[in-house]
């Protein structure tokens, strides 16, 4: 049996284009505006906003993109080697997480402040170590001798389910930075309302990808 594969509208195929190349951007600029706001190394707290916007906002969001078949920085390259570079942009998410995460526990021990005592630091901690357990989950995917006796097409399909919420779970983490107390008092007006838009807009993108990649998959088995 043949299939036939529709001509994609150039229309569609544009705004697809739009839309990658703009979420590059603005993670890059939110990140950056994080990083002059926190004024890292300023103070034991300034590293815990730069971090964590750098972790899950740059690194993690970089890390999705390299698989846009529409503005991924190296789609000519083999999907492979996007694997590997995906799970080093992971580990490196992971890294800063753990850094901020470390900073911020420290920094209220230092001012006998309680921990996890908010919205923000629960669901942080939370998305940390899942964001952990999802780059160790990769693994198999990087190696397939680990998982032998597996499917690797389900497991594909789990690790880019498990992913997609992991990443949506790190964008609330940020939403919930933003509406926190030293943010909401270093920014006021339509500047809060447009640094929010950032990590939405950026989990809409994600959201798109992923869930087209698989529904494209779904159509081809048909």
Known sequence: MTVHHEPEPKLYRYSRIVCGVSTHV????????????AKPGSSLFSWHPFLMTLGFSFFMTEAVLLFNPYSSPIRKLKHKTKGRLHWILQCLCVCCATAGLCAIFYNK?????????????LVGVITVSVVGLQSLGGLPLLYPKVAKG?????????HATSGLLTYLLGSVSLFLGLCSSWFSDSV???VWYLAVLCPVLCALVVMSQVTNAYMARKRMQY
């Open 188 to 190: 006021s007006g339509y």
């Open 150 to 158: 597996w499917s690797l097409a389900k497991l594909k399909r789990y």
């Open 26 to 37: 603005l993670c890059a600029v939110f990140t950056g505006f994080i990083t002059v706001l």
């Open 109 to 121: 021990n230092l001012n006998d402040k309680p921990h996890f005592t908010s919205w923000h630091g």
